[in-house]
């Protein structure tokens, strides 16, 4: 059982270009989460998913795009890359609708944009 | 604007000490108010959550404090080691819309031995 992945650990881009970050978790949870972590910013919410197939919004979806088209798996797509996207990047997933559910995240993908 | 606010940014304690992290939110839609731990090079981790019908829950050395009226809580490790040294995140967070957190912005918590 390995819980949250994600794919890869560390990547630099060039402004412009594009990548897309993978998310698996294999515990079988309906809901989905991508966050990046700024300093002194907390996380920020920037898409998250209620079940395969769907996504919605966060807090910061500018630049930013998601696909859910398995359960166990989360992408998120950076079209074209700006330094304003260098941050850390976790995933999350959490059963479902409960409150008490608790979010279980992956170990995060360092992102540089020079 | 940040819906959950944390004070401090930072903190050092000496070994056997208390550590306390203060937040405070404004959406009283909020339902349920998880504390994480992170360590450096890793994700966030659960450590501690509390209800708002509750005003303290208690897990070992850590506690929740929880005041409603005041739209205020806080996290208390007592007998602060080494090993607590980590970054701490209060978070807040209302079922109807999609479980999603809301962080506050993170302290990070050093213990001197």
């Known amino acids: 059982n390995a819980g949250v992945t994600q794919t890869p650990k560390f990547r630099v881009l060039k402004t412009g270009q594009s990548m897309t970050l993978l998310c698996a978790q294999d515990?079988?949870?309906?809901?989905m989460y991508w966050y990046r972590q700024d300093p002194g910013m907390g996380l920020r919410l920037i898409h998250y998913s209620v079940g395969e197939g769907t996504t919605a919004k966060g807090e910061v979806p500018d630049g930013y795009n998601v696909s859910r088209l398995k359960k166990q798996n989360f992408l998120l797509g950076l079209e074209s890359a700006a330094p304003s996207q260098t941050s850390v990047y976790f995933c999350?997933?959490?059963?479902?609708?409960?409150?008490?559910?608790?979010?279980?995240f992956g170990p995060g993908t360092r992102l540089t944009v020079t | 604007q940040q819906q959950v606010k944390q004070s401090p940014q930072s903190l050092i304690v000496q070994k056997g000490g208390i550590s306390i992290i203060n937040c405070a939110y404004e959406?009283?839609?909020?339902?349920?108010f998880p504390w994480y731990q992170q360590f450096p090079g890793k994700g966030p981790a659960l450590l501690i959550a509390i209800r708002p019908d509750v005003s303290e829950k208690k897990e070992g050395r850590f506690t929740i404090s929880f005041n409603k009226s005041a739209k205020q809580f806080s996290l208390h490790i007592m007998d602060s080691q080494p090993g607590d040294s980590a970054t701490y995140f209060c978070?807040?967070?209302?079922?109807?819309?999609?479980?999603?957190?809301?962080f506050g912005g993170g302290t990070r918590v050093l213990v001197k031995p």
């Open positions: 515990m079988n949870h309906e809901y």
């Open positions: 959406n009283t839609a909020f339902d349920y």
């Open positions: 978070a807040a967070k209302f079922e109807a819309a999609g479980n999603k957190l809301t």
């Open positions: 999350a997933s959490t059963p479902g609708l409960a409150p008490e559910g608790e979010q279980y």
